[in-house]
């Protein structure tokens, strides 16, 4: 299911340049304006919903990525090796935060989980480059329902070597994704409960 984005004219190119605080309430507002639809949807989890969150037409948003990525940056450990998260959710999040490392003189390398391993070549679950032994590796999610998507690209880099030690995620629905990673030793943080969403979005009505 998709649904239209709206492109904001050139002159609301404000993704680049503004503070932190007020971008976090620009793309909450973004989120709610393209992101959040209300009815009756069933989830990848297989569970049933009153509403949805698709993430997707932010984070491949030109300012929606550059916010996204500025943001998840900011939140990321000062000895963080890469970012990872599982495929397609987490695709265009790892892409723009690394780009943006870049930018901020920070480079960190992003790594796309496969859920199955590629049938051909290497045969390989993990693409991106390839790190030392024991990195530290942050993996991120667009959005955490039960924690489990996130927890199998943790399980392929933990195969693959790399410490992970925290999970970042754009928007936890809070349905027991916290809780689950709690348990798995795991750090979480989000950038938006969905309360933040729920709230502001009732305020745009």
């Known amino acids: 299911m998709s649904y239209p984005a709206e492109i904001l004219p ?3 190119a404000w993704a680049a340049n503004t503070e932190i605080n007020t971008l976090r309430n620009k793309l909450l507002d973004l989120l709610c304006q393209t992101a ?41 450990p000062a000895d963080t090796q890469a970012v990872a998260g599982l495929t397609l959710g987490a695709d265009p999040i790892v892409s723009a935060v690394s780009v943006v490392s870049a930018y901020e003189n920070r480079p ?10 590629k049938g051909h070549g290497t045969q390989a679950y993990i693409e ?12 991120l999610e667009d959005v955490v329902t039960t924690g489990q998507s996130a927890m199998k690209a943790v399980e392929k880099l933990r195969d ?18 916290a809780e689950f ?16 969403i729920q709230q502001r979005y009732g305020e745009r009505k």
């Not at 991106?128 to 990195?135: D, K, M, R, T, V």
Request: glycine share 12%.
């Open 160 to 177: 693959a070597g790399y410490t992970v030690e925290q999970v970042i995620s754009l928007v936890d629905r809070k349905q027991g994704g």
């Open 36 to 76: 959040y639809k209300e009815g009756d949807f069933l989830l990848s989890s297989g569970q049933p919903s009153k509403y949805y969150i698709n993430c997707k037409l932010v984070t491949l948003h030109p300012q929606g990525a550059l916010a996204t990525g500025r943001l998840l940056l900011a939140m990321l």
């Open 128 to 139: 991106g480059p390839i790190l030392p032994e024991g990195a530290k590796v942050v993996v």
């Open 181 to 196: 990673y709690q348990s798995q030793g795991l750090k979480f943080e989000t950038v938006y409960g969905i309360e933040d």
């Open 10 to 12: 050139q002159s609301e």
């Open 108 to 117: 960190i390398p992003g790594l796309i989980i496969r859920k199955e391993a």
